[in-house]
């Protein structure tokens, strides 16, 4: 497909137009995956609702922010202080949702904590609760019972008010004294159920310490609420949207019912609705078999996803017509689905699977999801205590799921085990497979969603987040070391803190350098550790060989370093090979002043000789598009191909069988994955005569 034709308008029956995806920033997303905003008291539809005030930042999913919410209300676009990079093109939307990954990261409110009163049953109880950052959810934990905890997804809240105004309060005399310090939060069961088999409405009935922490949580709580009616209100109104399929498109429109059904016209079926409570996943982008083999419909992907529904995992693919529509309606479906916070849930309790390995041998462990949502661990029979490094996988190692009995390890038990309970974890930089079979089925549902979700998280972070600031690390601290009520914190909650706000650092050697780290101090890790600890695991030692010809050394440590407007100038021109026309004054000084974490927030009130970049604005700058090394215009078609074959270079691979060395190195169909993902198109098959008269494929004449 050439470029001109890439370009081109997806053409749908009765020949509507299409807004081009432009720069489009994604949606969010959030912890395990998903983005929960919240249900509100009712808006008028006629009201002046200033959407772009309430539509804050909620989880994010790495392809983008909430940021780009404020779309709703304003048609201009966005004024953020983006310039132009070394080709002098346009960023691609790809780049640019990075960016606002990173602007709602320094924008988003912190996580709220506390300690209140819960009332129930006429007695009160004291409890921790904890609003996250991205605030999918408030849970509440016992101080005696600190491995369980309670939570109500604050896209089921319905209301918050002020006052004792329940039966429960009144069936506590002794706290009507302290009624200027109460409130109650209405929202809508998950578990309790009426006789129509819709979710009762109950409350959390709730004391503060003192009349300002009541009101520091109720205008927390209410503003979420708020956020979350406006979109519902959006959608209700319907949006025309493309439902695609494998040889045909057909536009709809779509709404959202009263009682959250999704519902579509024209169709040819009376009642043609989907219910959400039958949603497992909202998936973004073309990632579905639908998707994948419709025509002329790649380069929408920007405003494409998907609705994975029903226990056979059907699909409803849709394609937004505008990126307005888009944003809201992936936002609010993904806050209304559930089936992927359950699913994960259920992960967290285990289940039992056979892992299987390459000599035939088998043996059934216990898997679980870790509480953090980052990692997946199992333990063997009989042990006590927490499991190994070898018996965990951190879920940003994964590099592909495949369900069904796929890799070698599994044909080497053709035939044993049911293929619609098989999946395999491929994981690593050795592309290691963990090959399982799940006991039971509504397991395998569940660890088959819940993964998906996950891994999809982490695998649309293409490029790692930009670095955070000392006041964000500060804030990290102090909310961790205030539920130790300590002035320091613990090696998992360091660990916790930094892999949340950045989990492209969750690896192995990033552990091993924090636990070294909390060993050198006696009772927890302090402040200054912690800083110290997060630019270890962030900013490569290759970094500061780069630097260190063109900086200013303070003392003789690296992280004193920093470059001036003219050093970086230098670098740029000796370097990066730009010319001086391109690199100039003004250019370096807008590099500083985005990249640097010091400066963050201080566009143009910040003197030239306090401009300076430091190692982790530097690596910032070096990870972003400024640093790439290929044309952003050039990561798509942009070649004429209309030539014949021969013509063009072809990305081929030699000996594409081979997983290892060629002397005595195996043979495995896992090399052709490999090579087809990392876009060789010309592939070498050795086959040779084998038993039965069957060719087999391996490196003939060696060991």
Known sequence: QSQSQSQSFLQVPGGASWEEPGQLHGSPRGDGGRSELLLTPPVDDNSDYDLSSHLGFSRLKAAGSAASLSALTDDSPNNSSHFESRWNTTRSSKDQSHEHVRAAMLGQPSALTGVLHKVRDTRLYRRTFILPADESCLRWMSHKKRDTESKILCSRILEVRKGQTTETFAKVPSVRSEANMSFSIVYRSRSKLDENGKPTIDTLDLIADSEEECEKWTTRLTAIVRRFQAILAYMRKGACMVKCRPKMQYERTFFLTDDMHLRWEPCKKADSRLNLSDVKLVKIGQQTAAFRRAKNVAHHEPLSFSLIYGDKFDTLDLICKSQRDYEVWVTGLSALVEGSIDSQDMMMKGASMRK???????????????????????????????????????????????????????????????????????????????????????????????????????????????????????????????????????????????????????????????????????????????????HEICINSDFYKIMSPYATALTEDSQAAYMTVTQLRTFLVQEQRMSEDEATVDYCRRIILEFEPKLSGQQGTVADDDLRLSPAGFSSFLCSQHGDAVNPLHEGIYQDMNQPLNHYFISSSHNTFLVNDQLKGPSSVEAYIRALQKGCRCLEIDCWDGPNGEPVVYHGHTL
């Open 356 to 534: 299987l390995y390459s000599n035939s041998k088998s043996v059934v462990r216990k898997y679980y999801l870790s509480k953090d949502r980052k990692a997946i661990y199992w333990h063997a029979p009989g042990q006590n205590g927490a499991p190994s490094s070898k018996q965990r996988i951190l879920l940003a190692s994964i590099k592909e799921l495949r369900f069904g009995q796929k890799t070698d390890v599994f044909r080497a038990h053709m035939g044993e085990y049911d293929e619609n309970l098989s999946f395999s974890i491929i994981h690593g930089n050795a592309y290691k497979t963990l090959d399982l079979v799940v006991q039971d089925v509504a397991d395998f549902k569940d660890w088959r969603i819940g993964l998906e979700d996950l891994v999809s998280f982490l695998s649309e972070q293409t490029r790692p987040l930009l670095n955070l600031t000392e006041q964000q690390l500060v804030t990290m601290f102090e909310e961790a070391a205030r539920i130790r009520k300590k002035p320091t914190i613990t090696f998992k909650q360091a660990c916790n803190k930094l892999f949340y706000a950045a989990p492209h650092l969750a690896t192995r050697a990033s552990i091993e350098c924090i636990r070294a780290m909390s060993k050198q101090t006696k009772g927890g890790m302090p402040l200054d550790v912690f800083i110290r600890c997060y």
